[in-house]
């Protein structure tokens, strides 16, 4: 059975400051995926990361897999406030993305 | 363009009593999800829709759920009847047929059991 585990479970950093945030899985998977979640919320996607040294960026956000060690990291630079969230990583060891298996999510607070 | 919503938004029942919840896709996409997020634990998969089939339905925790995706085009989730492990946030999500994998997510539907 596949296992996505993340820590922390809860992030609080202060404003300007740089963390990451980790995401180990299993099972042999090349395609993982980042969501964030405001309370009450939708996740929304982040990244999808779909190959071995794969490196997306968005803003003071970037997010990387490296499936050898079946490890992705999301590095949060510079943070701000606006990047307090709940951040999930999750997934897909079928190769179709038709079922995801979630981490436990991380809780982040920024604080000024 | 609209995104996945969901209906109710927060649903309040007592055990044993019956529960409707409702999908409305993103127009066009055929794959359908449900998954759920039980107080404190994963997000985890209940099943997925390709138009009006079940494509896989191995994470249903047992016969007192049912879902069914009408025309291909909405989908309910029951729960009957629904016991207090019942409660949690049900998450419905959209695709479409050829994806990279990015799931359209719904705000959720908040169940709680008394």
């Known amino acids: 059975e596949l296992k996505v585990e993340q820590n922390p479970l809860f992030l609080s950093m202060q404003e300007g400051k740089n963390y990451t945030i980790y995401c180990n899985y299993s099972t042999t998977s090349d395609r993982l995926y980042w969501y964030r979640q405001d309370p009450g919320k939708s996740l929304e996607s982040l990244f999808v990361l779909l190959s071995n040294g794969a490196v997306k960026q968005e803003g003071r956000l970037m997010a990387s897999l490296d499936t050898k060690a079946r490890l992705s990291t999301l590095h949060i630079t510079a943070a701000v406030h606006d990047l307090s969230a709940t951040y999930f990583c999750?997934?897909?060891?079928?190769?179709?993305?038709?079922?995801?298996?979630f981490g436990t999510g991380t809780r982040l607070q920024v604080t000024l | 363009e609209a995104g996945v919503t969901q209906f109710p938004s927060h649903s309040v029942i007592e055990k044993g009593q019956t529960v409707t919840l409702r999908c409305d896709p993103i127009?066009?996409?055929?794959?359908l999800y449900w998954y759920r997020r039980v107080m404190g634990k994963e997000i985890k998969f209940l099943l997925h829709f390709v138009k009006e089939s079940k494509q896989d339905e191995s994470g249903m925790p047992n016969n007192r759920f049912l879902a069914e995706r009408t025309g291909g085009t909405y989908s309910t989730l029951k729960v009957q009847p629904a016991e207090l492990e019942d409660s949690g946030v049900y998450f419905c999500?959209?695709?479409?047929?050829?994806?990279?994998?990015?799931?359209?997510f719904g705000e959720g539907s908040r169940l709680t059991v008394l």
């Open positions: 999500a959209s695709s479409p047929r050829d994806t990279a994998g990015e799931l359209f």
């Open positions: 127009s066009g996409h055929d794959n």
């Open positions: 999750a997934v897909d060891a079928t190769g179709t993305a038709s079922k995801l298996t």
